[in-house]
């Protein structure tokens, strides 16, 4: 943790309930979540608790890398010697989709970069669901696979 003055006398995020926070901090990037720890004394307790990786792990990684969900509840999120902060950045960074990536993780980038595009086209995808008046509830043809509209939330 890094050295911080004992008390932070206009630290905004202090004032932030976790939950809030937390949504906050899920919104930025990891070198983002970094300089927020920095800035913030309030930030940077709040993020050593290791069920805050766990979490930015369940919500930031496992959309786009399913495989992982099994090992995480049975073998990593058991472990406490584990360090989850390290782990979701290690995630992060082999799983950036690059240019001319190759290795173990590149369908998993590839997986990642799409999902990222998809994301985006989802919202206007239910708009024009709700135009025609289909349901997204509706077992049919026309109504959005359970995974798309569950990735969107």
Known sequence: MPDLPPVDRCDPFATLPYDILHMLLNLLTAT??????????????????????????????LPWFPELKDLCTTVLFASTELNFRELSFWLDSVTQPTYGMVGPFMHIANRRRIMHAVKKLIPLYLNQLQERGLSTKEDSSDAPDEAVVAASN
């Open 32 to 61: 983002d979540i970094l300089s927020v720890e920095i800035a913030s004394s309030h930030v940077s307790t709040q993020i050593h608790i290791p069920t805050f990786w766990k979490s930015m792990i369940v919500a930031r990684i």
